[in-house]
């Protein structure tokens, strides 16, 4: 079988022009870590959400795990989140002994239900963490009204969607904090790994930076560079040891280059998405995300529900377009209550049917920035023709 169109492994490529700037990088830097590059991406990251302080750390669930100690999470705390998302959502919460409580998605936009999310709010909930997938927003008013009614703390799941926004207000501005991937596959990367973590509190700002890079701080009232020594390691949170979660200098160059252009970026992934769902309008088995009006999608992932006639399934069309159109489609997410991880820690019974209803039937075409038109049109005549063929008039 001859693969004509895979499921991207990166969603952004650099251009000439960024790759010689980060080779010059390279040979001119004075430090490869924790420099002038590092602070220009953050300055310019949290200009672009509309925050007033971001930190590059390592990835993603690094900036969760930052978060979930900030929000001073404690065993048998309730977070809210939904199982239908991928798992590092998740994992630093479960990593402090915190009781998951999963809610459902809505059937048009696949993303948190904030009317289930309201039913299952406790006087045992401590933290939100809506989740922003495939670059969607979730309703980040009705978030910030419940999480404000009943004293909760807001972290948004930005991993998706940089430069996505709810209501004329980016992603990641609304929450208590804002945690974003650069990840390969995401629409801003910073050389495969990376992330950021954002927040408006400044009452967070000196404990972040005691944490995330192994308590390193200056020493008080210091004089001189060398005495006592170079720099002091500090718990910045009593009963947390520090980590490295540190993002390399290179990394975070590519990042800022990237940071500049993602309007664009988006833009262009917005109007390929909008050519493939008009161009597949008259198959009302499939049926894509749905954006509200008062949304703008960054479009990270391409992801739609089919539920065919004639007994016909998911895993029908994902066989056809593989087997006989080479091209390759994935199944996301799997329901993180059906992880034997999760289950093992006590995170089973999501009581979530529209999560088990998508998952059952959704599939994700391949997608990514400047996709060749080409392949756009290669992908949207195979489709038609699969799903004309499962139902039986090819």
Not at 57 to 84: M, N, W, Y
Not at 94 to 103: E, L, P
Request: glycine residues 8%; contains cysteine; negative net charge.
């Amino acid at each position: 079988m001859d693969l004509k169109l895979d499921f991207p492994g990166i969603q952004t490529r650099l251009t000439d022009s960024e790759v010689d700037i980060i080779c010059e990088g390279i040979k001119s830097a004075k430090s490869l870590s924790m420099g002038p590059n590092l602070k220009a991406f953050e300055d310019n990251f949290a200009s672009f959400v509309g925050v007033e302080n971001a930190f590059g750390v390592s990835s993603a669930t690094a900036a969760l795990e930052l978060a979930a100690i900030l929000c001073r999470v404690e065993e048998g705390d309730e977070v809210l989140l939904p199982a239908h998302t991928f798992a590092a959502t998740a994992l630093p919460f479960i990593r402090r002994k915190a009781k998951i409580v999963f809610v459902d998605i809505d059937p048009e936009t696949f993303v948190m239900d904030t009317n289930d999310l309201a039913k299952k709010v406790t006087n045992k909930s401590k933290v939100i963490v809506p989740v922003h997938l495939y670059g969607l927003p979730v309703k980040m008013d009705v978030v910030m009204d419940i999480a404000s009614k009943n004293g909760l703390l807001v972290v948004e799941d930005c991993a998706q969607a940089p430069g996505a926004e709810y209501c004329g207000k980016k992603v990641g501005s609304w929450g208590d904090f804002g945690c974003f991937s650069f990840h390969g596959q995401k629409n801003i990367t910073t050389l495969g790994e990376g992330g950021m973590l954002t927040t408006n509190s400044t009452k967070y700002v000196e404990e972040i930076l005691g944490l995330r890079k192994i308590g390193a701080r200056p020493f008080l009232n210091q004089k001189k560079y060398w005495q006592p020594a170079m720099s002091n390691i500090i718990e910045a949170i009593p009963g947390e040891i520090p980590y490295n979660f540190a993002m390399g200098e290179i990394q975070a160059l590519a990042g800022d280059l990237i940071l500049k252009r993602i309007g664009k970026i988006n833009e262009v992934r917005r109007n390929q998405a909008a050519q493939i769902i008009d161009a597949l309008s008259d198959f009302s088995e499939l049926s894509f995300q749905k954006v509200p009006e008062n949304c703008l999608s960054a479009y990270h992932l391409f992801p739609a529900r089919y539920e065919g006639s004639n007994g016909k399934t998911r895993d029908d069309l994902i066989d056809l377009l593989f087997t006989k159109y080479g091209i390759k489609t994935v199944v996301q997410y799997y329901p993180l209550y059906k992880y034997e991880l999760f289950i093992n820690n006590g995170c089973s019974g999501g009581n979530c049917p529209e999560t088990d209803r998508f998952f059952d039937n959704m599939i994700s075409f391949p997608f990514a920035s400047d996709m060749d038109p080409k392949d756009i049109d290669y992908l949207i005549s195979s489709t038609k023709s699969a799903m004309k063929e499962l139902r039986g008039e090819a």
